[in-house]
């Protein structure tokens, strides 16, 4: 009967003994959000257990792709086009004893991309409803402080030269003078010719990249008349 008790206690003490050599994995992720583009870092550590162990590091990741680290304690991972998904990294650790856990995993978030609002598209319109339009632009900007305006006017292929500057001048002239806006809440575009007249508003939120203009029309070459040399 003691040696059964004996043989138990030695048995538990045995197994005690070598749960104690494995070591508590853990991992640190990025603990804010990070913007598509920016490298994502991801850190195993590897605390207590057998001092003599000699761990290695094997990564894969649920989104994105690892740019540099693998093999390492620390992992960079590459966030461009993953916009508004999450990333989760899990490390495989070997060199530790058979009954030791050897996984961990983290998740990191990348943000939802900030992008620019096309808030009204027109063609030719009279007076009126162009002010109606610009009367629902200065609300769009007034709901949102932080956001920049931009107007983007094109001339048609048979429009007057200087259509889109001119457009361009009384639009703003009626949000300053009519609606009392700040100049500096807008940014104006003349964006070349299209088949035919029309205008872009945009609100463009902090942080969210400028539209562009998408004519599509090429402007007419400039021809240089021949100079007349006197004889």
Same mark, same amino acid.
Request: aromatic fraction near 8%; charge should be positive.
């Given at each position: 009967?003691?040696?059964?008790?004996?043989?138990?206690?030695?048995?538990? +003490?045995?197994?005690?003994?070598?749960?104690?050599?494995?070591?508590?994995?853990?991992?640190?992720?990025?603990?804010?959000?990070?913007?598509?583009?920016?490298?994502?870092?991801?850190?195993?550590?590897?605390?207590?257990?057998?001092?003599?162990?000699?761990?290695?590091?094997?990564? !894969?990741?649920?989104?994105?792709?690892?740019?540099?680290?693998?093999?390492?304690?620390?992992?960079?991972?590459? *966030?461009?086009?993953?916009?508004?998904? !999450?990333?989760?990294?899990?490390?495989?650790?070997?060199?530790? +004893?058979?009954?030791? !856990?050897?996984?961990?995993?983290?998740?990191?978030?990348?943000?939802?991309?900030?992008?620019?609002?096309?808030?009204?598209?027109?063609? !030719?319109?009279?007076?009126?409803?162009?002010?109606?339009?610009?009367?629902?632009? +200065?609300?769009?900007?007034?709901?949102?402080?932080?956001?920049?305006?931009?107007?983007?006017?094109?001339?048609?292929?048979?429009?007057?030269?200087?259509?889109?500057?001119?457009?361009?001048?009384?639009?703003?002239?009626?949000?300053?003078?009519?609606?009392?806006?700040?100049?500096?809440?807008?940014?104006?575009?003349?964006?070349?010719?299209?088949?035919?007249?029309?205008?872009?508003?945009?609100?463009?939120?902090?942080?969210?990249?400028?539209?562009?203009?998408?004519?599509?029309?090429?402007?007419?070459?400039?021809?240089?008349?021949?100079?007349?040399?006197? *004889?």
């Amino acid at each position: 009967m003691k040696k059964s008790i004996l043989a138990i206690l030695f048995t538990t +003490a045995a197994a005690f003994g070598a749960f104690a050599q494995c070591p508590t994995l853990t991992m640190a992720s990025p603990s804010d959000e990070v913007i598509a583009g920016q490298s994502m870092y991801f850190t195993a550590n590897v605390n207590g257990g057998d001092a003599k162990a000699d761990p290695t590091f094997s990564w !894969s990741v649920s989104a994105g792709m690892i740019s540099s680290g693998q093999g390492t304690p620390v992992i960079t991972v590459d *966030s461009t086009g993953l916009e508004g998904q !999450s990333v989760t990294a899990t490390v495989e650790v070997g060199g530790l +004893a058979p009954q030791c !856990s050897r996984s961990v995993s983290s998740t990191g978030f990348v943000k939802a991309a900030i992008k620019a609002q096309k808030y009204d598209e027109f063609g !030719s319109i009279n007076l009126e409803d162009e002010w109606a339009r610009l009367d629902n632009f +200065a609300i769009g900007l007034q709901n949102d402080p932080m956001a920049t305006g931009y107007i983007i006017i094109y001339g048609g292929r048979k429009s007057k030269k200087g259509y889109a500057a001119t457009t361009i001048k009384r639009m703003k002239t009626y949000l300053v003078r009519q609606r009392g806006m700040d100049a500096a809440r807008f940014k104006t575009v003349d964006g070349g010719l299209r088949e035919d007249p029309s205008g872009e508003l945009w609100l463009v939120p902090q942080g969210a990249a400028p539209p562009v203009a998408t004519p599509t029309v090429e402007p007419k070459p400039t021809v240089k008349k021949p100079i007349n040399k006197k *004889s």
